[in-house]
C-alpha cells in the first residue's frame, strides 16, 4: 500500500478557514506574507494570530519572500510558525544560519520549474533545507512571481527532482480536484500544496476542498 499524500492547502486568512482545511484533513496550512505579487496576502498581525491557533499535528507554514537570513528569523519569530516556506531563492550561507538560529522551525524551499536550470537549482539546494517545494511561478520576471499562479508546470521535471531529492517534495501549480490525481502518478510527491484550486471569489470553497480532499485520497 502506498503512503498517503499529504494536503497542504494554502493562502489561509481567517480562523474559519483555519477550521475548514482542517476538517478536510489538511496536513499543513499556508499563511502568505508579504509578496512581490499573487493572492492570498494577509497581515503578520493576524498571521501572529492565526499560527499558534492551528492544533497539532498540523503544520504551520509562513510563506516569506525574504532572501536575507536576519530578516526571515525575525519574520519567523514575529508569526510563531513551525515551518518556513522560502518562496524566492536563498543562498546556502542564510540556509545555514537559519538553521542554526531557528533549529525547531522546519525549512521547505519553493522551487519554481521553469526549465533544466530548475532542476539543476533544486538538486543543489536539496541538502541545505527539510523539504521542496515545486511551484510555477517565475522570479526571473521584472516583477517577480513567487507562487499563488494558478498555472500547472512540466511535471515530467518535477519528477526529476522528486526522483533525485533526497528529501520529502510537495507538489504546487494549478493544482484542482480534476488534475490532482493525474498530477500524483505523474509526479509521486509526499504532498500536494492547493490555494486557487480550492477557492472561489478569492475565498476558501468548502465543496471545492471536499471534491480535491477526496481526489487526493482516490489517487
Known amino acids: 500500500m ?15 478557514e483555519v477550521a475548514l482545511a482542517v476538517a ?3 496536513d499543513a496550512v499556508g499563511l502568505v506574507s508579504a ?3 499573487g493572492p492570498g496576502v494577509i497581515d503578520e498581525a ?3 494570530e492565526l499560527a499558534p491557533r492551528v492544533p ?10 525574504g532572501t536575507d537570513a536576519a530578516t526571515i528569523i525575525a519574520q519567523a519569530r514575529r508569526c510563531a510558525v513551525n515551518t518556513l516556506q522560502l518562496v524566492d531563492a536563498v543562498s546556502p550561507d542564510a540556509l545555514v ?7 525547531a522551525v522546519r525549512l521547505v524551499q519553493v522551487i519554481h520549474v521553469l526549465d533544466d536550470a530548475s532542476v539543476r537549482e533544486a538538486l543543489e539546494v536539496a541538502p541545505l533545507v527539510d523539504a521542496l517545494l515545486l511551484d510555477s511561478g517565475n522570479p526571473r520576471l521584472a516583477v517577480k512571481e513567487l507562487g499563488g499562479t494558478g498555472r500547472v508546470h512540466d511535471w515530467a521535471l518535477s ?4 526522483d533525485g531529492a533526497g528529501v520529502p517534495v510537495f507538489l504546487a501549480g494549478g493544482l484542482r480536484a480534476e488534475n490532482v490525481g493525474e498530477a500524483v502518478a505523474a509526479v509521486a510527491p509526499f504532498g500536494v500544496d492547493v490555494c486557487s484550486g480550492v477557492r472561489t471569489g478569492g475565498h476558501l470553497d468548502a ?3 471536499d471534491a480535491f480532499a477526496r481526489a487526493l485520497a482516490a489517487s
Open 2 to 16: 502506498s503512503a498517503r499524500v499529504r494536503l497542504k492547502v494554502c493562502c489561509i486568512a481567517s480562523h474559519g
Open 24 to 26: 478536510h484533513g489538511a
Open 35 to 37: 509578496m512581490p505579487s
Open 46 to 48: 493576524l498571521i501572529a
Open 56 to 65: 497539532p499535528p498540523v503544520a504551520t507554514f509562513l510563506l516569506t519572500s
Open 97 to 103: 544560519t537559519l538553521r542554526a538560529e531557528l533549529p
Open 159 to 162: 519528477r526529476a527532482i522528486r
Open 207 to 209: 465543496a471545492k476542498l
